[in-house]
């Protein structure tokens, strides 16, 4: 935001990133927690995952805590437009950085470096002018005042949470397991590895989440 070189190396990067982005499908996990909410299983999906592909899995309501990558805001007017109008945009306005290669990186952009970032024409909003920023919450932002509001009310209404797939080490999704906790409600997770709220959790299934989904919803679904 105080920098305008780094919002050129941002959108560069993002331009030779976003087509991974795009052409990501839901995997086994995705489809299998759909499911789950199609048999009627849980009220409501929180995540903090920006790829917009629990959507795309078929799942209705889900709450992005940390945003969407597949929208773009003016930190002006507050226009939003998708990321895909955007990637148009970029090509058209910086023709010599079309068709680099680097490698991608699991934040939706790729490891461009050693390029001489000040020619690139870093997109602006075509209502005002302003700044444009992916809609995701970067590092050292908060969480939107009304998501952690609407995830908290599912919470209170709920009997028990389920963690799939996350260590829970960013505050923003442990949070959650404390108010769980502080409630008394049950917690359960699918995680390899460690998580933040071991201490806090009833059960713990230590395996992927695609295959342990997967046959919980076939199971469920008999």
Known sequence: MGSEFSRKRYWARSMIGWPLVAGAAPNAAHL???????????????????DGLHTSAGNTDVIELHGNIGRVRCMECGDETSRAALQQRLIADNPSFVGLAALPVA???????????????????????????????????GVPRTRVDAAAAALEQADAMLVLGSSLMV????????????????????????????????????????????????????
């Open 107 to 141: 934040d939706g952009d790729a490891q461009l470096e050693g390029y001489d970032f000040d020619a690139f024409h870093a997109p602006s909003c075509t209502r005002c002018g302003g700044l444009l920023k992916p809609d995701v919450v970067f590092f050292g932002e």
């Open 32 to 50: 299998a927690v759909a499911r789950l909410e199609h048999l009627g299983l849980f009220e409501r999906l929180v995540t903090q995952n920006v």
């Open 171 to 222: 505050y923003s999704g442990f949070r959650f397991c404390e108010w769980a906790a502080r409630a008394g409600k049950p917690i359960a997770a699918v995680n390899l590895g460690k998580t933040r709220a071991d201490a806090l959790l009833q059960l713990k299934v230590e395996a992927p989440c695609g295959p342990t989904l997967d046959a919980l919803a076939s199971e469920l679904e008999r």
